[in-house]
């Protein structure tokens, strides 16, 4: 019995790729489904790293790499990262940006990710400068017609106020970011009521932020 229950589980998921290879029209991102380990590019916009978004981000990359996915981490608030300059010669240079800077560190990592989360808290009822040039020169995956169809993106955030609506300045615009790559939106934290360094705690954000990493 234990043999044959070992054969199937070995040899099921083998048999279900050579199906699906000889069907032909294999969209490649479609057979990564079948590896368990993900690789994943978590965003941070906080200049505060004892902050709230970040104890979120915490909780959210040590439950992501416990379940095995392989979590690059890019705190835009410590990087050089200017803004889009609307030039259109993205990857002209062979790098995604022709104005050098950090994103060009980044932006291969998020071409090769199958999940990029984006974590920030509210700044002035919207995005954090600090985090508000890498997602604009986003632009140049576009420019370069790279395919970017497929990934996973979510979204952690939170604010001072209790008005969730308060945290549509992040919100719209990152799912409608995701819409605009194709990308699939899994999963929302969004925590409102916190300012001070550990009002998180008083939350349960970091469990949200958790639970989060099960969707990848």
Known sequence: KYRTLMCVLVFCPILVMIIILATGNVNPRELEE???????????????KNGNSFAM?????????????????F??????????HAC??????????????DFNVIAPIILEADAVVFAMPVYWYSIPSQIKGVIDKMFSFCVAGKDMAGKKCAL????????MSVMDGVRIPIERSAALLKWNMIGEVLIPGVLNV??????DGCKQAAMLAEKI
């Open 88 to 101: 259109e010669t993205c990857f002209k240079t062979g790098k995604a940006c022709s104005f050098d800077d």
């Open 75 to 84: 705190d835009a608030a410590t990087k050089n990262v200017g803004g889009c």
């Open 57 to 73: 981000t915490d909780a959210f990359i040590k439950a992501a790499e416990a379940k095995g996915h392989v979590v690059t981490r």
């Open 156 to 163: 952690i955030t939170c604010c001072e106020e209790d008005d």
């Open 198 to 203: 550990g009002d998180i705690e008083k939350t």
């Open 34 to 48: 079948f590896n368990m380990n993900k690789k994943v590019v978590v965003i941070t916009g906080s200049p505060r």
